[in-house]
């Protein structure tokens, strides 16, 4: 990970980056506001538009810290200026998806609905597009929140390999098996 934590972080214009007492870095943008706390170990510097991170030794310890910190870093910068987005689709008959607010209704072939609170960080949206599957949209600048709520939403119906039935992202590949065969005579 060492090589990801030497690499500078650019800040896009509208951004900006501060690092409090106790190692804390709060990202501001036009999105939004995002706040870390860093390893004191790891030292953050501000230089030139540029955000740097060092490290004190060459330890395996302090290497991976140095990209761990590197990369959410960057993925608040990148959360606070574009945003993320997840889109989950629901293939199976019948399954439906709507939202009431910040509460998702799912119908994923239980014998009862599924409601799905979302916290208030995300936006979400789902709609049916005529003659295709429904579609839940997740938006946020939380990378890490997006993804968690995604996973959570997705493990309501695992994909099983022999229809291809259940909640996936789009563009997903699935391994499908083949199933059983006739006995040959």
């Known amino acids: 990970m060492s090589r990801i934590g030497k690499k500078p972080i650019n800040l896009p214009a ?3 980056v501060d690092v409090a007492t106790g190692n804390v870095v709060t990202v501001k943008g036009p999105k939004g506001t995002l706040s870390q706390d860093v390893n004191p170990d ?3 510097a501000v230089e030139d538009n540029q955000v740097v991170l060092t490290r004190p030794t060459e330890s395996k310890r302090h290497k991976s810290l140095h990209g761990l910190y590197r990369s959410l870093i960057n993925n608040m910068v990148v959360g606070v200026s ?4 997840k889109e989950l689709e629901l293939v199976g008959v019948g399954y439906k998806a709507a939202n009431q607010g910040q509460v998702l209704e799912l119908s994923l072939g239980y014998s009862h609905s599924i409601f799905f609170a ?3 960080d995300i936006k979400v949206n789902a709609e049916t597009p005529k003659g295709k599957n429904p579609l839940v949209t997740l938006e946020g600048i939380d990378k890490e929140l997006i993804g968690q709520v995604a996973a959570k939403i997705k ?3 695992k994909v099983e390999p022999y229809k291809g039935k259940g909640i996936r ?3 997903e590949q699935i391994r499908r098996k083949a199933g059983k065969t006739a006995a040959k005579k």
């Open 14 to 16: 509208g951004v900006t």
């Open 42 to 44: 790891i030292a953050v």
């Open 82 to 85: 574009e945003g993320y987005k």
């Open 118 to 120: 979302l916290p208030e």
């Open 155 to 157: 493990s309501l119906r």
């Open 169 to 171: 992202f789009v563009g």
